[in-house]
């Protein structure tokens, strides 16, 4: 199992944070549907961009942080259900039909049709509002309260950033796919290549340049993580 990924305390910030990816808008509108008011909503975006949410941790179904404010310092947990290994090696598989999709992986970013590809295989990579089960040990009279609604906006500004941090809350964690990436086109390479008809030809030069890119990338991520 991989570790937990960790982040730093963010900074203060004066205007409003741009969700930019798809992904990012989807896991937003699931944060919205868990308010009771465009106030709440409101105030925690605030209470977001303040400075006063701790460090953010993120596992597989799981993610806390601490938060601070006038009353005290409070701890928000939150689960998600996990995608199951079926899912998992879906998502790979989809993830490897071109090499384009497993570069986008290693930069942090998840093309659109991967995302439409995985729903059609019954994949479903963002949480919708119900999924988002939040705790806050500040006693708040709702279900939601206003800590756990900015410890989610949190949540969602780092996933829009990285999207390998949304796959590694639902459990497909960055290297586990890259793992399953690499087993996939060594299965579809032909046994038999010089005896394929055009075809198979066609089909073992598409394994070839995934290989390739895949190959690529994880040297390139290498060298910058030295």
């Not at 741009?18 to 605030?46: H, M, P, T």
């Amino acid at each position: 199992m991989s570790p937990a990924l960790t982040f730093a305390r963010e900074p203060h910030r004066r205007s409003s944070v741009r969700v930019e990816s798809w992904w990012g808008r989807a896991f937003l509108r699931a944060i919205e549907e868990r308010a009771y008011d465009d106030n709440q909503l409101s105030g925690a975006r605030a209470l977001a961009r303040s400075g006063r949410i701790g460090g953010l941790v993120v596992d597989a179904g799981r993610f806390a942080a601490a938060v601070d404010d006038e009353r005290g310092l409070w701890t928000v947990s939150g689960t998600v259900p996990t995608l199951d290994a079926e899912a998992v090696a879906a998502l790979a598989e989809v993830l490897g039909a071109t090499p384009a999709r497993a570069e986008a992986l290693l930069a942090g970013e998840l093309p659109l049709d991967v995302a439409e590809h995985a729903e059609e295989a019954g994949v479903e990579l963002v949480p919708y509002g119900e999924e988002l089960a939040v705790t806050c040990t500040c006693g708040h009279w709702h279900d939601v309260c206003d800590h756990s609604l900015a410890v989610l906006h949190q949540l969602c500004w780092t996933a829009d950033r990285d999207a390998s941090v949304l796959l590694h809350l639902r459990g497909a964690e960055r290297d586990e796919l890259m793992s399953r990436l690499r087993r996939h086109v060594r299965d579809a390479t032909p046994p038999e290549p010089r005896q394929q008809p055009v075809v198979g030809e066609s089909t073992r030069e598409q394994v070839d340049d995934v290989e390739i890119a895949l190959d690529a990338v994880l040297r390139a991520r290498h060298l910058l993580e030295e």
